[in-house]
Structures are given as C-alpha cells and as structure tokens.
C-alpha cells in the first residue's frame, strides 16, 4: 500500500492549511509525518522512536500517516498515552478533527480500565436491603439515588457520566474491581458494561488506551491485550517505565488480609460446607490468621520504625511468623477448595468464594515475594507503615516485550523528552526497546529569542539550615519582579507549604493557587483564567500544563530534580550499579526531568518569558553538562547570599 506524500497534507497549501484557516506550516512536523510514513512503508518490524518538542504537533504528524494505513488497508491502531488529559483530547478534538482532514469516518474510542465502569453485582449487592443499600453509602443518600438512577437508563456504565468525585464512597461502592471480578462465573456477564466496551472496541480502527490498563494485562496478568493492533503508538513514552514498573510492582499490608478475613465468603462458604467441622475450623482459621498476620506487622513495626524505609530483610522472628501466616492461609484455602472448583453452573456464593479464594492466594504470595529479599536482587523492597512493598529497580526485558507481543507491523514510541542531550541510551536502556529508527525534531519557535535560563546561585546545599529561607526568598522575589504569571516547581511538600506561605505573608496583586488546596484540575483552569495568577505545585505539575501566552511568562525550578537518596528505588539501583547509578540513570533522569520542567515555559510563537532555576550547580559542575539538555538559550547567572533582603533579583550579566 502507498500512503501519499506528507507534502499533500503538511505543505504550505496542503490538506491542513486548506481545512484550518489558523494553520501554520511547521518543517519540523512535515518532516515527522515524512518519518512516521516511511517507518509504516518499511513494512512489519519497524519501530520509530521520535522526540518531538512543544508545539511540533506530533500527534497530527503520526496520527495522519497511521490513519491513512488504516483506513486504506483495514489495519488497526492502538494509541498509548500515559494521561487522561491527552486521552480526552484525542478522543473530543483530534481525531474529530483527523476523520474531517482526511476525509473519512473511522471508528474510534476510549477503552478505560474496569475500575471506570459500574459493576452490576456490586449494584445488585448494594441495593440488597439489609447490606448497606445504596443509603447507606455515608453521602447522605443524594449520590446514592443518583446511581440507582442512571443505572436504570445508560447505556454504558461509564462512572466518569455521572459527574460525582471519583473518589465519591457512593462512586466506589459500584466500580468493577478485576480483583473482585467473578469473570465467566458473573451471572450478569452477558450485560457486563466492561465486557460491552471490550466488545465494542474490536470494531474501532482506532482505540486510545493508557498504559496503566496495556500493562495490567501484558506484565500483570501475563495475558495480551484484549483488543488486538496493527499500528501501536506509544505517547508520552518517557513514562513507559514508571508505567511498567508500577504494573509488576507488589504489596501486601495488614489491611489486606484484615479485609479479605472480613470477606462475606468466609461466613457464606462455612455455611455452604456440607461437613459441620470443616465449617467450624474456617472460623477459627480466620481468627488465627487474622491474629498472626497483625503479630507480623507488629513485628515488622518494632524492628523497623521508620514510617517508609528501604526493607533489607526479615530478622528470624519475621521469617518464622511469615510461614506461620503462610501455612495457615494454605490451610484455609485447602478447606474452600470443594467450593471454589470450578462448576459447569456455579451459584453466586460459589463464585464470589472463588474469587475471593484468588484474591487471598495472591496477597498470601505477595507476603511471601515481599520477604524473600535475597533472592530477587534487582528488585527494591521497602517498607511502608504497615505494609511491605516491592517494584522492579532495574530494567527488565518482559518491558519491551510487551510492545512486541502482539506482533504489530510498525510501533512508533514519541515523546517531548525521550533523549538526555540528544542521546538516547537512557531511554533505551530503561525500556530495553530497541528501535529501528531515530528522529529529533527541533522546537519550532524562536527560542534564542523567546526565552532566557536564569541560573540563581544560592551556594547552599539542601542541608543547610537556611536553604528552605533563601529558597522562599529568591522565589518571592522572582515572582514580585515579574507580577506573577509564574509556575512555581518545587521538589518537596515541605518547600512548597514554606514557599506559599512565604507568597501569602503580605497582600500581592496576585493569587497564589497552591497544589493540594484544590483539585489539580480546578488549579490549572484557574491558573489559564487569571492570568496574573501563580501556581505553586511538585514534580506532577511538570508536566500537562500548557498555557500559552502572557498567563505564563516564569517558571521556577527550586533546583535540579535529583531523586531523594533515601527513596528505596533509588538505594536499590545503586546497590545494583554502585558508582555507575549516577551517570547512567541518574543524572540523565534528572536532566530529563529538568527538561520537562522548563518545557512549560514556551508553548506558542507569542510566548516570552525566563526559566529560573535555583541551582547554582547547572552551570558550575560542567562535567555533569545539563545546558545541553536544555534549549539553547542565553543564560544568565544570579549569586545570592542568605542575607537577600536588600538585594535584588535582576540579573546580573550573560554567562
Ligand atoms: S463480569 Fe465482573 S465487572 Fe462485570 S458485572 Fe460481573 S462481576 Fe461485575
């Protein structure tokens, strides 16, 4: 199949240009599209990794190429993304917008996890009178009657329709859960409404998903992904291992068994024992094991009491309560297995003990995982309150092997940040995939002209006492001097209450939106409406905030986002790679992560504005070469002592 040129649609008087009046023709784009058509010409096994800076428009450039495949040979298209933000623009605006521009109406749509559906065992249980009905949900009723009623009347059993607070306890008590799933033992499987959408999908040509959901299948329950594709395309790929990781990462706490003890198939399934002892001994099982396994967090508390620590081992004492609690759970499983077989025609209670009987065997095993800390040396164990937690801390290749799993003929990886100054061994060695072709797109804007590195030098190192005071004092006098209109990125919670504290201790003719005072969505819609106003956020606001024009014209970066060298992860990956962990994974993170951060600034051809970074060490250690991954801008370097008050923020003179 050929697949026209991308002239005929990116060109000066293409497709593009002819549909939106308010097009601009960008090189760096049409040179994309160009990429992404040849890399689907190239035939099956083909794999593009391209970066692509704000403003490029790549997913037009990707999405034009890829679709036109589709709609010529009947291939399909599976988009990953790592948010719902870039999800809902694809599905409200963009591809809308694609069908329009290339003349077709290919099917597509949404498929989210099951947890965003309503379950209607859960519904049908809820309503139950006699087992907290949906008025007895704690929300005073209104929300409950809500879901009683839409549930009469959509179509989908889409939560997101019902407009409530995700983590509404009404919204919970009705979400589909995989782990309380009853599967083909559901006797409302035929009416599913997560089953329904996993149906519908096979008829899209393209269907966006986000990673979480790809990976709960390929690398945690070791399955493919249910709707198979010719074309994989992979946004926002600088997140693929946080995503991966997550996915294989495991927990077990005194909650969850407390939980699964509670589990009306521990009193139900004793009643349906035909034999009255076996009956009588799940109830004390349950007692023991409820008083064991609370023995062994005990335990765990006094021998390490630190809130959230990296979890080396277990002492003898843990060891030996850990196969306590181990046996004792086999035993009771062994006592629900007449019940939990599977049956040609199982009855509910049957097949809620059966689910429950997986539920218990998996946090029995992540128990066991957790502990087992010798043995899995490139794995991070830590710590956490009562709970003990486990994840990946080094590459592993099931990563890339869920990309391939399915086979697709071209899968395309792209992302405003997959390189460290240009260099793609990071990225590749954290994900293991191995492209078969390379591209950089430049940024399209001026940005010699548009922007300027502000390097502020504090000559403090996080320890000393001061640091967090002249922190908050170089931030509140950048702010003053530019009026506002700043994104404030702080790498703790700590320097952000002292930070906002410090913005608010007088009258400014700003506001001052502070993250965790309202939700993260309030706080962006606010911060794009008043343009004065200036946002105080973490790491989360370093990416997704896209406002254009005069309402940002600062960003500042408290100092180079270097991970915490207690984070568990972190101590694992150097255990792994001792000296070598800086160079190879941490410095490039960190210039990745930089990166990101300062691509909030420019987002059109109008924006103006600087990028302050408190770190004085961004120019001073130039063997760790961080201007590089940074646009190539002018910079200009601030030396500020801890004695700010009568100093001023103008800076000094170019580096
Ligand atoms: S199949 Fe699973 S999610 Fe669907 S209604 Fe049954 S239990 Fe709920």
Known sequence: MDIPPMENFFGLSGRLAEIFPSFEYRKQQADLAEEARRTLLGGPGEILAAEAPPGVGKTFALLIPAMTEA????????????????????????????????????????????????????????????????????????????????????????????????????????????????????????????????REAQDWSVVVANYHLFFSYLLGAGKPFPVPCDILICDEAHRIPEAARSSMAMSVSADDFARLLRHRAVSEGAS?????????????????????????????????????????????????????????????????????????????????????AEELRRVRYALQWCTEVKNYPSWAYWKEGRSLASAPAAPFAELADSFLSGAPDSIFFMSATLTAGGKWDYWMRETKIEPTRFFIAGSPFDLPAQMEILVVDTGMDVMNPAYDDTVCSVIEKLVESNGGSTLVLLSSLRLLGKAARALRRKERHYTVLVQGELPRSELLRLFREDRTSVLIGSASFREGVDIPGDGLTQVIIDRI???????????????????????????????????????????????????????????????????????????????????????????AGPV
């Not at 719902?84 to 409200?92: D, N, V």
């Open 561 to 651: 986002p270097f991970p915490h060298p207690g984070d568990p992860l972190v101590q694992a990956r150097n255990a792994l790679e001792g000296r070598a962990a800086f160079s190879r994974t941490i410095l490039p993170e960190a210039k990745m992560l930089l990166k990101q951060a300062a691509g909030r600034l420019i987002r059109s051809r109008e924006d103006r504005g600087r990028v302050a970074i408190i770190d004085g060490r961004v120019l001073q250690r130039r063997d760790w070469n961080i201007p590089a991954a940074l646009p190539q801008v002018k910079y200009r370097r601030l030396v500020v002592s801890s004695n700010l008050a009568a100093k001023s923020v103008a800076p």
């Open 71 to 198: 709609a010529a040979t009947g291939k399909k298209i599976l988009f990953l993304t790592a948010g719902i933000p870039l999800q809902e623009q694809l599905i409200r605006k963009d591809l809308p917008a694609l069908n329009r521009v290339l003349g077709l109406s290919l099917p597509f749509g949404l498929l989210k996890g099951k947890g965003n559906y309503a379950c209607l065992v859960r519904a049908a249980e809820a309503s139950e009178s006699g087992r907290g009905g949906f008025l007895s949900f704690g929300d005073g009723g209104a929300a409950s009657m809500l879901i009683a009623q839409w549930l009469e009347t959509t179509e989908t059993g889409d939560l997101s329709e019902l407009r409530l607070p995700p983590d509404s306890p009404a919204v919970a008590g009705v979400a589909a859960s995989s782990r309380a799933c009853l599967g083909f033992r559901c006797p409302f499987k035929d009416r599913c409404f997560s089953r329904k959408a996993l």
């Open 272 to 356: 349906l024992l035909e034999h009255g002892s076996s009956a009588g001994r799940i109830a004390a099982l349950s007692g023991e094991i409820r008083q064991e396994t609370a023995r062994f967090f005990d335990l765990l508390e006094v021998k390490v009491p630190a809130k959230k620590v990296s979890f080396t081992g277990p002492c003898e004492e843990l060891r030996y309560q850990q196969a306590v609690v181990s046996e004792k759970v086999l035993e009771l499983l062994r006592l629900f297995a007449p019940l939990v077989d599977e049956q040609d025609e199982p009855d509910p209670g049957q097949s809620a003990a059966a689910v429950w």
